[in-house]
Protein backbone atom coordinates (compact mmCIF):
# COMPACT_ATOMS: atom_id res chain seq x y z
CA UNK A 1 0.00 0.00 0.00
CA UNK A 2 2.40 2.21 0.98
CA UNK A 3 5.20 1.20 -2.19
CA UNK A 4 2.30 2.30 -4.44
CA UNK A 5 1.99 5.26 -3.19
CA UNK A 6 4.75 6.76 -2.83
CA UNK A 7 5.23 5.55 -6.52
CA UNK A 8 2.60 7.65 -7.13
CA UNK A 9 4.31 10.70 -5.82
CA UNK A 10 7.75 10.44 -7.74
CA UNK A 11 5.43 9.69 -11.25
CA UNK A 12 3.95 13.37 -10.70
CA UNK A 13 7.36 14.89 -9.46
CA UNK A 14 9.13 13.97 -12.72
CA UNK A 15 6.00 14.80 -14.91
CA UNK A 16 5.98 18.22 -13.48
CA UNK A 17 9.97 18.43 -14.55
CA UNK A 18 9.63 17.58 -17.32
CA UNK A 19 6.92 20.33 -18.38
CA UNK A 20 9.42 22.61 -16.77
CA UNK A 21 11.74 21.65 -18.85
CA UNK A 22 9.58 22.00 -22.04
CA UNK A 23 8.60 25.62 -20.69
CA UNK A 24 12.45 26.43 -20.19
CA UNK A 25 13.09 25.51 -23.41
CA UNK A 26 10.54 27.58 -25.49
CA UNK A 27 12.01 30.42 -23.32
CA UNK A 28 15.35 30.33 -23.93
CA UNK A 29 15.33 31.61 -27.45
CA UNK A 30 16.05 35.97 -27.29
CA UNK A 31 15.88 37.87 -30.49
CA UNK A 32 18.41 40.49 -31.09
CA UNK A 33 17.70 43.16 -33.31
CA UNK A 34 20.21 45.61 -34.80
CA UNK A 35 19.74 49.07 -36.35
CA UNK A 36 18.81 47.88 -39.67
CA UNK A 37 15.97 46.02 -38.70
CA UNK A 38 17.61 42.18 -38.98
CA UNK A 39 16.63 39.86 -36.59
CA UNK A 40 19.08 37.05 -35.02
CA UNK A 41 17.82 34.68 -32.80
CA UNK A 42 20.20 32.82 -30.36
CA UNK A 43 19.09 30.11 -28.64
CA UNK A 44 20.52 29.98 -25.01
CA UNK A 45 20.69 27.62 -22.65
CA UNK A 46 18.47 27.31 -18.81
CA UNK A 47 19.82 29.87 -16.41
CA UNK A 48 22.86 31.08 -19.08
CA UNK A 49 23.48 35.01 -19.05
CA UNK A 50 21.16 37.04 -21.73
CA UNK A 51 23.64 39.63 -23.42
CA UNK A 52 22.19 42.70 -23.46
CA UNK A 53 23.59 43.73 -27.02
CA UNK A 54 24.55 41.01 -30.27
CA UNK A 55 26.60 41.46 -33.11
CA UNK A 56 24.71 41.00 -36.04
CA UNK A 57 26.10 39.31 -39.39
CA UNK A 58 26.62 42.90 -40.68
CA UNK A 59 28.27 43.85 -38.14
CA UNK A 60 25.82 46.09 -36.37
CA UNK A 61 25.62 45.84 -32.86
CA UNK A 62 22.08 44.37 -32.30
CA UNK A 63 20.51 44.86 -29.08
CA UNK A 64 17.88 42.36 -26.91
CA UNK A 65 14.63 42.69 -28.44
CA UNK A 66 11.47 42.12 -25.65
CA UNK A 67 12.10 45.00 -23.36
CA UNK A 68 9.35 47.02 -25.43
CA UNK A 69 6.83 43.69 -25.97
CA UNK A 70 4.03 45.32 -25.03
CA UNK A 71 4.14 47.94 -27.54
CA UNK A 72 6.14 45.60 -30.37
CA UNK A 73 3.72 42.62 -29.56
CA UNK A 74 6.16 40.86 -32.02
CA UNK A 75 6.35 37.16 -29.62
CA UNK A 76 2.95 37.20 -28.96
CA UNK A 77 3.19 35.61 -26.17
CA UNK A 78 1.95 36.66 -22.74
CA UNK A 79 4.69 37.04 -20.00
CA UNK A 80 4.07 34.37 -17.22
CA UNK A 81 4.07 35.46 -13.79
CA UNK A 82 4.68 33.42 -10.70
CA UNK A 83 1.69 33.29 -9.90
CA UNK A 84 0.31 31.94 -13.61
CA UNK A 85 3.06 29.29 -12.32
CA UNK A 86 1.35 28.76 -9.21
CA UNK A 87 -1.50 28.26 -11.15
CA UNK A 88 -0.10 25.59 -13.17
CA UNK A 89 0.79 23.49 -10.44
CA UNK A 90 -2.41 24.12 -8.55
CA UNK A 91 -5.73 24.91 -8.96
CA UNK A 92 -7.11 27.51 -7.01
CA UNK A 93 -9.49 25.65 -4.79
CA UNK A 94 -5.91 24.38 -3.63
CA UNK A 95 -3.96 27.28 -3.42
CA UNK A 96 -7.13 29.03 -1.44
CA UNK A 97 -6.73 25.81 0.74
CA UNK A 98 -3.18 26.35 1.83
CA UNK A 99 -3.94 30.06 1.97
CA UNK A 100 -6.42 29.00 4.47
CA UNK A 101 -4.15 27.24 6.32
CA UNK A 102 -1.79 29.40 6.45
CA UNK A 103 -3.67 31.84 7.95
CA UNK A 104 -4.82 29.73 10.19
CA UNK A 105 -1.48 28.45 11.10
CA UNK A 106 -0.65 32.53 11.90
CA UNK A 107 -3.35 32.83 14.18
CA UNK A 108 -2.23 30.18 15.99
CA UNK A 109 0.94 31.54 16.09
CA UNK A 110 3.02 29.54 13.95
CA UNK A 111 5.20 31.35 11.37
CA UNK A 112 4.84 31.46 7.81
CA UNK A 113 8.42 30.53 7.22
CA UNK A 114 7.70 27.01 8.31
CA UNK A 115 7.54 24.63 5.67
ZN1 LIG B 1 22.19 43.80 -39.17
Known sequence: MAERSL??????????ESDQNVDFAARS???????????????LAEGAEVPQE??????????????DEQESGKT???????????????????????????LKMHREGWFPDYE
Not at 29 to 36: F, G, I, L, S
Not at 77 to 98: C, F, G, I, N, Q
Open 7 to 16: RGMSIGAKSL
Open 29 to 43: EVAYVCPKGHRTILP
Open 54 to 67: WECRCGQIAHLEGH
Open 76 to 102: GKPTRTHWDMLLERRSEDELKAVLDKR
